[in-house]
């Protein structure tokens, strides 16, 4: 199916930050646009505040003078709905709200040709019930852009129960053709980015109820360790408590219940005291002009080591021993468990037990567990705990290996799975059930996640360099330990484990 052609009306029906933005998008894709708000005067508004923007882009260089007027000139600022009767695409950005959005899509359906196509940017609304009591509910789809939307390069391409199959193969290539990175998606609650990118909150809210580290470590942690562009505290500030606490809340009671999207006691606390983040300057950090961030604990070792012992081969780890060995590190290799040897510390990558469990199931004498690392050989910190019986020297031995590496090391409680292989764990599980669900591919789900949300890799992407059987290993010991369903793996995990398969498969 064809993108739209250029000559198409595109309406836009909300001029806030999304509509115009959307509106914005369409334009500078070659295509003439009416933006309509019931506000007086908020269309013209918006399309000023386009201008200005667009004008600050030529003033650096990155636009030219002429290209700025020609987008300018396709915009046209509109007071009455009326105007919109010849638009071949409509896209509402009004308020989030179910009856709200279906009274004016009755109105859309009522005064635009029969087949124009009727597109609704909500992040959380079913598009199955949007379109349902209309007499064409086969227009109905949803394009959900990501907020910049001229700078966020994700647009779900969202299929109610009646949506025409050609419509959305038709709105995916226009999304390519506006330059972005479209993706299709099924209609259930959070489409794919709201629903896979749960448990990245979800998790560090968990881990800091449970005193394993503070916000500014944690977060620092899954920046530096995980590569992710922010941590879930600073995140979550940035967005707003009250709008990320109200999806996550709408998400887990549009899946009954279901206690894998449980609202976090500590979130909803935050929202009760009117902590909202950046936008009422307290969060979980203070924005009070002069405020300081405080600094992530780093522990710190005293010792010198020279030597170490690997035990096989260290499986994801593997990187971290060429790290040490260009550090100048004396290094001997033997047949093992995947473990480091140094001093009286042994060192294991976490399998989602407790560090004391494991010591004891596995006779393991001081044994210190070591996080997942995006990258061992470029991460400049990590995680650890360690088992009760792990002495003071043994622990400092271990740190001083990992600070060999150039590493800062951070103590997090024995708790399981520790902060970044937990948190990957639970987004490569929430992502492979949406694909078990056909709420979108693989592949899609992956991109989603990287262009919707920035992350470093997409989550099924990820299991799959850990490995399927290793990912549910974590996620097996992370139920038994909590005994808890939150945690129960995905049946596509287990199906792709048991059938020696990749999940892009």
């Known amino acids: 199916?064809?993108?739209?052609?250029?000559?198409?009306?595109?309406?836009?029906?909300?001029?806030?930050?999304?509509?115009?933005?959307?509106?914005?998008?369409?334009?500078?894709?070659?295509?003439?646009?009416?933006?309509?708000?019931?506000?007086?005067?908020?269309?013209?508004?918006?399309?000023?505040?386009?201008?200005q923007q667009l004008g600050r882009?030529?003033?650096?260089?990155?636009l030219q003078a002429d290209a700025r007027q020609a987008i300018i000139d396709r915009l046209q600022p509109v007071e009455a709905i009326e105007t919109l009767a010849d638009a071949r695409l409509v896209i509402e950005a009004i308020v989030e709200n179910l009856q709200v959005k279906q009274g004016l899509l009755r109105q859309l359906e009522a005064l635009c040709a029969e087949d124009c196509i009727l597109a609704s940017n909500t992040s959380s609304l079913s598009i199955t019930s949007l379109a349902a009591g209309l007499k064409r509910p086969q227009q109905v789809i949803g394009m959900h852009f990501f907020n910049p939307a001229p700078l966020m390069a994700l647009v779900e391409i969202v299929s109610g129960l009646a949506t025409e199959p050609t419509l959305a193969a038709c709105l995916y290539e226009t999304a390519k053709a506006w330059g972005k990175q479209p993706v299709h998606a099924r209609s259930t609650p959070g489409f794919i980015v709201n629903r896979v990118a749960r448990p990245f909150y979800a998790e560090s809210l968990r881990l800091l109820q449970e005193g394993a580290a503070d916000c500014a470590t944690l977060d620092a942690l899954l920046r530096d360790a995980g590569g992710f562009r922010m941590g879930a505290f600073e995140l979550t500030d940035l967005?707003?408590?009250?709008?990320?606490?109200?999806?996550t809340c709408s998400v887990f009671d549009a899946f009954y219940g279901d206690f894998r999207f449980?609202?976090?006691?500590?979130?909803?606390?935050?929202?009760?005291?009117?902590?909202?983040?950046?936008?009422?300057?307290?969060?979980?950090?203070?924005?009070?002009?002069?405020?300081?961030?405080?600094?992530?604990?780093?522990?710190?070792?005293?010792?010198?080591?020279e030597h170490c012992v690997i035990e096989g081969d260290l499986g994801v780890m593997q990187p971290l021993v060429e790290r040490l060995r260009d550090n100048g590190l004396d290094i001997t290799q033997r047949?093992?468990?995947g473990l480091i040897q140094v001093g009286d510390a042994t060192l294991a990558l976490s399998d989602g037990r407790l560090a004391s469990q494991r010591a004891r199931e596995e006779g393991l004498r001081n044994l210190v567990l070591v996080d997942l690392a995006l990258d061992y050989r470029s991460a400049s910190r990590i995680a650890?705990?360690?088992?009760?019986?792990?002495?003071?020297?043994?622990?400092?031995?271990?740190?001083?290996?990992?600070?060999?590496?150039?590493?800062?090391?951070?103590?997090?409680?024995?708790?399981?799975?520790?902060?970044?292989?937990?948190?990957?764990?639970?987004?490569?599980?929430?992502?492979?059930?949406?694909?078990l669900q056909g709420?979108?591919?693989?592949?899609?789900?992956?991109?989603?996640?990287?262009?919707?949300?920035?992350?470093?890799?997409?989550?099924?992407?990820?299991?799959?360099?850990?490995?399927?059987?290793?990912?549910?290993?974590?996620?097996?010991?992370?139920?038994?330990?909590?005994?808890?369903?939150?945690y129960r793996p995905s049946l596509l995990l287990r199906r792709k484990e048991a059938q020696g398969a990749r999940l892009h498969d």
């Open 57 to 62: 882009l030529v003033e650096k260089g990155k």
């Open 262 to 305: 449980q609202p976090s006691l500590v979130q909803k606390e935050l929202v009760d005291a009117g902590r909202l983040g950046r936008k009422s300057g307290h969060g979980f950090y203070n924005y009070a002009e002069g405020a300081q961030r405080p600094p992530a604990a780093t522990l710190h070792s005293p010792l010198a080591v």
């Open 384 to 435: 650890i705990s360690w088992s009760a019986d792990t002495t003071l020297e043994a622990r400092d031995q271990a740190v001083a290996l990992l600070q060999r590496a150039g590493l800062q090391v951070a103590a997090v409680a024995d708790l399981p799975g520790l902060v970044v292989l937990r948190t990957v764990a639970m987004l490569a599980n929430e992502a492979a059930d949406a694909v």
């Open 239 to 247: 967005i707003g408590h009250d709008v990320n606490y109200a999806v």
């Open 1 to 51: 199916m064809n993108a739209l052609d250029t000559s198409a009306l595109v309406a836009v029906i909300g001029a806030g930050a999304m509509g115009a933005g959307i509106a914005q998008v369409a334009a500078q894709a070659g295509h003439p646009v009416k933006l309509y708000d019931n506000r007086p005067g908020a269309a013209a508004q918006a399309v000023a505040g386009i201008d």
């Open 335 to 337: 047949d093992g468990r």
């Open 439 to 486: 709420v979108g591919s693989a592949a899609d789900i992956d991109l989603a996640m990287r262009a919707g949300v920035n992350y470093p890799r997409g989550p099924l992407a990820w299991a799959e360099q850990i490995g399927i059987g290793y990912t549910l290993r974590v996620l097996d010991n992370l139920q038994r330990s909590y005994g808890e369903s939150r």
